[in-house]
Nanobody
């Protein structure tokens, strides 16, 4: 059974930082492209960042220079370091794993107060 379990969300003031973690189980983590998506109330889900199995990251324009994605294949975990947070970053953040199939976590709430 595949599980992606996010943690690290919460309430933070604008300009602050949070680090999200996603622990994977039930997959060969090292071969998967891992990613983070987010969905704000009333908006479509959007891609935030991905990292390939080779460790190459990519980012949405809206978070470039503020967010950093990384992975620890020894711990089957992917991270999203978020800095200089803005109120518009408020959303539920979802971890994803993509290879032959796509898997999603249950999401973690990030709220940035102005």
């Amino acid at each position: 059974q595949v599980q992606l379990v996010e943690s690290g969300g919460g309430l933070v003031a604008a300009g602050g930082s949070l680090r999200l973690s996603c622990a994977a189980s039930g997959i060969s983590f090292s071969i998967y492209t891992m990613g983070w998506y987010r969905q704000a109330p009333g908006k479509q889900r959007e891609l935030v960042a991905t990292i390939t199995r080779g460790g190459r990251p990519s980012y949405a324009e809206s978070v470039k220079g503020r967010f950093s994605i990384s992975r620890d294949n020894a711990k089957d975990t992917v991270f999203l370091q978020m800095s200089s947070l803005k109120p518009e970053d408020t959303a539920v953040y979802y971890c994803t794993a993509h290879y032959a199939s796509d898997y999603w976590g249950q999401g973690t709430q990030v709220t940035v107060s102005s």
